[in-house]
């Protein structure tokens, strides 16, 4: 399974911010749209990727505040990214590594959409289930003296 199955089946919204946006406007425009990270472009490529977690430590070390911080100085300026070809298996191993919850899709330097350590786990849940689902219909539709050898006992 390939990164593209999972962006197929989530779809293509993106958030995006620019490095000289406010902190405070980043964390708002996450709070308001329910999403845990934004992926930061400049002139129309990735630049970085700012997640709740790098709000928050930007926030603690301002003293509790946002202050004037802006999404340059808090951002991940060297986020995993990963290809539409990419395996899920691969990313599930990137992304385990580095403790990333989120990961930039690119393409050619074009940004294709952002998938999430959820989105990675919910798709293989899914086919897993699929998987024990077509097992299961084949045991239980097994022909007629197809199935396993049972030996006799042994005295």
């Known amino acids: 399974m390939k990164v593209s199955d999972i962006l197929h089946l989530k779809g293509g919204t993106l958030y995006t911010i620019t490095p000289e946006d406010s902190l405070e406007d980043a964390a708002k425009l996450m ?51 990963c290809t539409t070809e990419t395996d899920i298996d691969e990313v599930r191993r990137m992304m385990l590594a580095r403790h990333a919850r989120y990961m930039p899709v690119i393409n050619k330097s074009m940004l294709m959409g952002v998938i999430s350590f959820y989105d990675v786990a919910k798709t293989v849940v899914e086919s897993q289930n699929f998987e024990n689902k077509m097992l299961k219909a084949y045991i239980r539709d097994w022909p ?10 042994a005295e």
């Not at 709070?31 to 700012?50: F, N, T, W, Y």
């Not at 007629?144 to 006992?153: A, Y």
């Open 31 to 81: 709070a308001e749209r329910d999403i845990g990270s934004l992926v930061v472009m400049s002139h129309g490529l990735v630049v970085g990727m700012l997640t709740f977690r790098e709000v928050i430590q930007a926030t603690v070390r301002n003293g509790g505040s946002f202050g004037t911080t802006s999404v340059y100085r808090a951002m991940d300026a060297g986020p995993l990214i």
């Open 144 to 153: 007629e003296g197809e199935g396993p050898q049972v030996l006799p006992k």
